[in-house]
């Protein structure tokens, strides 16, 4: 037996299918390996699945992807300051409309809401209690509320916040206490920001 008769599947046991120059395959033209290569059950197309999506599924992405699509214009008809400020934030890697819109869309929350609160809890209790709040707060939580007050008021801030959460709070509670927001620039900075 040939290495031929072997590769090519059996269709017709009555055909004789060696290719030696003699019997019934002689007269016949053999193909060529390529032509037969893709014939089987490799080349035949499999039927399309279903994805398992319904179309109440491909209307929720298309409102997905308007909001997105909203978000994106919203981003490119905000100033650049706040542009800057929101991409410091949320951790964009730049302020460029493609970056901030995918930071603030897969954000679980908006930084803007905890700093808020934080920024009302220092100002509405006592020195000591304000004091309290911030030593109490996380790194990220103090650099976020740092980084509000500064680019949304203008108190003077220490250049660098200390490390050691009981010196950074001693260091901020007056002038977090001090600051007045612009009210206008914070409701545009917590627009852009929500989804």
Aim: avoid cysteine; charge should be negative; glycine fraction near 6%.
């Amino acid at each position: 037996m040939s290495e031929q008769t072997l590769t090519e599947p059996d269709t017709d046991a009555d055909v004789d299918t060696t290719v030696d120059g003699t019997g019934p395959a002689a007269d016949s033209q053999p193909e060529p390996a390529q032509a037969t290569a893709g014939i089987g059950p490799a080349a035949v197309p499999e039927r399309r699945r279903s994805s398992g999506r319904s179309r109440s599924v491909s209307r929720a992405g298309k409102a997905s992807v308007r909001r997105i699509a909203d978000k994106a214009q919203q981003v490119v008809d905000t100033d650049q300051d706040t542009r800057v400020l929101a991409a410091d934030l949320t951790g964009a890697r730049s302020a460029g409309i493609a970056d901030l819109t995918t930071a603030i869309m897969e954000a679980k929350r908006s930084p803007v809401h905890s700093a808020i609160a934080d920024l009302a809890g220092v100002q509405s209790g006592t020195v000591p209690e304000a004091t309290v709040h911030l030593v109490g707060m996380g790194r990220s939580e103090l650099q976020t509320l740092v980084q509000l007050v500064g680019a949304l008021s203008d108190v003077q801030l220490p250049k660098k916040v200390p490390a050691k959460s009981t010196d950074a709070a001693l260091a901020l509670v007056e002038p977090v206490r001090d600051a007045r927001i612009d009210a206008d620039a914070l409701e545009q900075l917590q627009s852009l920001l929500s989804k």
